[in-house]
């Protein structure tokens, strides 16, 4: 079976060969590579490599090597077809059935990239004709080297009509390949073609091995259009490309990073000033495509936007888009640039260190969610707080992946705790800390912020109570559970204080006992709540609290308690989603419902299983 090769190179692109492999070989990073025991013959020291910015894998041992279609027809005995089709149903695609028209189309297609090159030429000399004067002193006036100007292949499309047209025809390139390429305009009236780029200075867009797929222009006159770029072709998917992506995987290695800028002229200042690892969208917003291709050079990608309303806006949409997406150890971070300014001006006004000092930084998404949900806010009221805890609730609720959801929650949860504790006024926290002195007692009181004898109920809180004082007794238990521990919700203000705090000490330490976990939460302020917890609840609530209680029955009782919390969590958010499901069908919430099923299906193995085994 044939397939169309746009179709397999924008799989390629959407695959890792990393990730491939890593599933069933054991990777260790080293350097710009991968390396494991080669999984086609025996060896106890790793000769297998393997690596995103070759998409292929070599063994130095048994000579086996390709790509990541070939690797996976040789680990799991699978036809070339077969391994296509398995690949683009992981990456999302639809393969095309192969149809005799679509065959040729395919074959047409592949010449198209030879009639670009050659546009790209032909637009090349006439940026150094005499009609390319006013492009000249443009690129000048930006401060375009003639070493730039040449690296990134930048032309002048002239003001005839048809100058173009002419041109490529008398080499012989038929007219319908110009149309097919998006060199020429088709009027839908009818009438004669007529080249789509005029009085403009050309920017040749080219794919992840460099190869030209289309145009952008950026006009000369008084166009309607500032910038136009080519349209969709069998080798041009906006959405699906980055300006200088192959130049940019080439530098982001040595780099560390990879830039995501606004346009071609960020891009091109950015190399000039020794950049070379920056890309950018092609005028709409990173999309999800490009975001995979950005990290595929990087685990952060660093995005660099104006300094100025748009700018912002732009980050703030990006940084809205990227959450679905989010994994461990895969996130972006934000260069915010002087107001006003882009790439350009500040390389051109204060140099390329000063350039370096922004991108080195460059913010967290984490701070720039926060801006956003604080932006325009006044927090002096209970509902408006309540409000902004719903708006970061409800931007958490965005990522998919469960652990990562959890700990930007708890991100944004300590957040609204220490910008409340500055907001309120002298009187309110006086209030905090005084005694209850009022008349009638009240039937839950929060843990903290009462005298040490008086007597603390129960209610709600009797579980988390339990919990975290089974955690004090045994930090042992954390080994297997901080992160169990780390994704729940105390109801009391207090007890989810030393929570974290808990979690915080067995972090910083390698190993931890009670004597140890005690000295840390004395030195974080946190002893005397601990020692009052402990007071109250030793011997009161559960076996495992009590003196001699059996080990192995102590910790299952304690892991009981815990499972309960991540169930009853895991409903909750399935209900929420499921809510959602309702009104439209939305794949974020399919994505966060399956991963959520998932994980209450493990849970579910081991809260039945009272050891804990797998």
């Known amino acids: 079976m044939a397939f169309p090769p746009a179709f397999l190179e924008d799989l390629r692109g959407r695959l890792s060969v990393v990730d491939v492999i890593g599933r069933r070989v054991k990777l260790t990073k080293r350097g710009r590579n991968y390396t494991g025991l ?7 020291s790793p000769s297998f490599n393997c690596s995103d910015d070759r998409q292929g894998y070599k063994c130095f041992g048994c000579g086996a090597g390709g790509d990541v279609f070939g690797f996976v027809m040789q680990t799991e005995n699978l036809t070339f077809p077969e391994a296509v089709e398995k690949l683009a149903a992981e990456a999302g695609m639809e393969v095309p059935r192969v149809s005799p028209e679509a065959r040729e189309r395919a074959e047409q297609a592949s010449g198209l990239a030879n009639v670009l090159d050659l546009a790209a030429k032909w637009y090349e000399s006439q940026l150094s004709a005499k009609a390319g004067a006013a492009a000249r002193a443009y690129a000048e006036k930006r401060g375009l080297s003639a070493d730039t100007i040449a690296r990134f292949r930048l032309g002048f499309a002239p003001a005839g009509r048809t100058a173009m047209k002419e041109a490529l025809l008398a080499r012989g390139i038929p007219e319908a390949q110009l149309v097919e390429a998006g060199l020429l305009v088709k009027p839908d009236e009818g009438g004669a073609t007529f080249d789509r780029f005029r009085t403009r200075l050309m920017f040749p867009i080219g794919d992840r091995r460099g190869r030209i797929i289309a145009f952008g222009g950026r006009a000369l006159d008084d166009a309607p259009a500032k910038y136009l770029n080519s349209p969709e072709t069998p080798l041009f998917h906006k959405s699906r490309t980055l300006y200088n992506l192959a130049m940019a995987r080439e530098a982001a290695p040595a780099a560390g990073t990879v830039i995501v800028s606004e346009g071609y002229m960020d891009v091109i200042a950015l190399a000039q000033a020794g950049f070379g690892h920056a890309v950018a969208p092609l005028g709409t917003a990173l999309t999800e495509e490009q975001m995979g291709m950005a990290w595929k050079l990087a685990a952060e990608p660093i995005l660099c936007f104006d300094g100025d309303k748009a700018g912002w806006n732009a980050a703030l949409r990006a940084a809205g888009n990227c959450l679905p997406l989010l994994e461990p150890g895969r996130s972006f971070r934000f260069a915010v640039l002087p107001e006003g300014q882009d790439p350009d001006d500040l390389i051109r006004a204060r140099g390329p260190t000063a350039m370096a000092e922004i991108l080195a930084a460059a913010q967290p998404l984490s701070d720039i969610l ?27 609720g965005e990522i998919a992946h469960a652990d990562v959801r959890e700990y930007y929650r708890q991100d944004f949860k300590a957040r609204l705790a220490k910008q409340f504790a500055q907001a309120a006024t002298p009187a309110q926290r006086q209030a905090r ?3 209850w002195a009022g008349r009638g007692k009240p039937k839950v009181i929060p843990f903290g912020g009462v005298p040490a004898s008086y007597p603390i109920a129960l209610g709600q809180g009797r579980k988390e109570q339990s919990l975290l004082a089974g955690v004090l007794l045994h930090p042992e238990y954390l080994n297997a559970h901080a992160e169990e521990l780390a994704r729940i919700d105390f109801s009391s203000g207090d007890l989810d204080t030393l929570r974290q705090a808990v979690i915080h000490a067995h972090a910083s330490a390698e190993s931890l006992d009670a004597t140890g976990l005690r000295h840390h939460l004395d030195a974080s302020g946190h002893g ?69 099923r998932l994980e209450e299906t493990d849970l579910m193995a081991a809260h039945q299983d009272p050891q804990g085994q797998k």
């Open 370 to 396: 926060w801006r956003k949900a604080l932006e325009g806010r006044a927090l002096d009221t209970p509902e408006r707080r309540a409000a902004l805890k719903k708006a970061l609730d409800d931007m958490a």
């Open 528 to 596: 005397e709540l601990a020692d009052r917890l402990l007071a109250f609840a030793k011997g009161k609530i559960s076996s495992y609290l009590r003196p001699g209680a059996a080990p192995e029955q102590a910790q299952a009782e304690w892991r009981e308690t815990l499972a309960t919390f991540r169930l009853k969590a895991l409903a909750d958010e399935k209900k929420a989603i499921g809510q959602r499901l309702e009104d439209a069908s939305h794949e974020t919430a399919m994505r966060q419902l399956r991963s959520l």
């Open 433 to 435: 800390t005084a005694p």
């Open 38 to 44: 080669c999984p086609f013959h025996n060896e106890k």
